[in-house]
């Protein structure tokens, strides 16, 4: 009979977070190992495939140190010339998001990071070691968990949007985006915050039109998101309107939607278009955990120390989207993956 595996660090996510806390635990000589998730139909349609949401789009402008835009003149005066071919492949370019995790991954590797492709299925963190239940069966205890899950789309909820999943219906326009079926196609986004606009001027590559329909009579994207796809002209802004039904039929999938309005002055109007992609926001990944981490009264992970990943168990620490819901940016997760990395690192060596 084979023995159960004991780990020093088992991280559990692969975005940013997990990457990161990976990197610093690997480095301070504990052979963390990483479990990624699995690749699998499930997992791509709750946008829960490895490498998280960062794999999941396009150009990463606000990373800090991977900038876009002219930087010959610095880095001919920054970097000794020796130095320069160093930056070259992404000298202007920036970095996409599947590049900047991919990159994390192996950053993580080279430190000596065993990385498992599957997910882990449930836990039990009443009793330490703990004991972590993969996908694929068996069973791995750990002294220490960094839980780095991430979080996943929302969606609407309607039977409509959950009949046309996959034949029009979306949550990830760089995923789905460039399917023919949008090619020159009217399309409608669904959200105000900056996914919502990223995800709307992202489309316009592919779209004839593009309606990004918002329930209230603002933005809540940053000014600078905002105002591109206001002043992009393939993109119309339907504000105080609501996603009411998603038309289509068993043939041709989505061919429109009815939308209805929170302003009373206005009527409901339907719209053809050949696809949907919702962007209203993210749920955090916790549902392996079964309860046993406090949550605050969204779902989110909650840090029981001031400034400090430890979470209500002793020796599991969490990072990322699964306990942030206020910055939830890729370089405050990789942060508090660092941070995650090193609480685990002190824990093992202190209790
Ligand atoms: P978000 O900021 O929470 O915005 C969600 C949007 O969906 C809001 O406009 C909200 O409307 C709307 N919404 C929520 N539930 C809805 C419902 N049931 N029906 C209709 N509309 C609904 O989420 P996000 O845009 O995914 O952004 C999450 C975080 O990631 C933010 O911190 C954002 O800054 C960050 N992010 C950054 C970038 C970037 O910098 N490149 C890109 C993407 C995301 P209300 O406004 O009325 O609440």
Redesign the pocket.
């Known amino acids: 009979m084979s023995e159960t595996p004991l780990e020093n660090v088992v991280i559990i996510g692969s975005g940013p977070a997990g990457w990161s806390s990976a990197i610093y635990a690997a480095r301070a000589q504990l052979n963390p190992v990483v479990y990624e998730g699995a690749i699998t139909e499930e997992n791509r349609m709750a946008g829960t495939l490895p490498l998280g949401q960062l794999a999941l789009?396009s150009?990463?402008?606000?990373f800090a140190g991977f900038p876009a835009g002219n930087l010959s003149g610095f880095l001919d005066s920054a970097l000794p010339a020796n130095r320069r071919g160093m930056m070259a492949p992404h000298a202007g370019e920036g970095v996409t998001g599947p590049e900047l995790m991919e990159l994390m991954r192996q950053q993580a590797v080279n430190f000596g990071t065993r990385v498992i492709t599957d997910d882990v299925a449930k836990v039990d963190f009443s009793t330490n070691p703990f004991r972590l239940f993969p996908s694929a069966g068996g069973e791995v205890q750990a002294k220490c968990v960094i839980v780095a899950t991430g979080a996943s789309?929302?969606w609407?909820?309607l039977e409509s949007e959950e009949r046309f999943k996959n034949r029009g219906v979306s949550a990830c326009a760089v995923c789905d985006g460039a399917l023919p079926r949008f090619r020159n196609k009217e399309l409608v986004v669904?959200?105000?915050?900056?996914?919502?606009?990223?995800e709307a001027t992202y489309l316009t590559k592919f779209a004839s039109r593009v309606h990004l329909?918002?329930?209230?009579d603002?933005?809540?994207?940053?000014k600078i998101?905002a105002q591109r796809a206001i002043d992009d002209p393939k993109v119309e802004i339907h504000f105080n309107s609501?996603?009411e039904e998603v038309l289509g039929d068993d043939a041709n999938g989505v061919t429109g939607v009815r939308l209805g309005s929170t302003d009373s002055a206005n009527e409901a109007t339907t719209i053809e278009v050949a696809g949907v992609f919702l962007?209203?926001?993210?749920t955090p990944n916790t549902a392996f955990l079964d309860g046993q981490l406090e949550t605050n009264e969204k779902g989110y992970l909650v840090w029981k120390k001031h400034f400090r990943t430890n979470t209500s168990v002793d020796g599991v620490f969490a990072a990322g989207d699964v306990a942030d819901d206020?910055?939830?940016?890729?370089i405050s997760a990789a942060g508090t993956g660092c941070m995650a990395g090193l609480d685990a690192e002190r824990w093992l060596a202190h209790g």
């Open positions: 789009t150009e990463v402008e606000n789309a929302n609407l909820g669904v959200g105000g915050g900056d996914s919502a606009v990223e329909v918002h329930r209230r603002e933005l809540r994207a940053s998101m609501t996603l962007a209203i926001g993210h206020y910055y939830r940016q890729a």
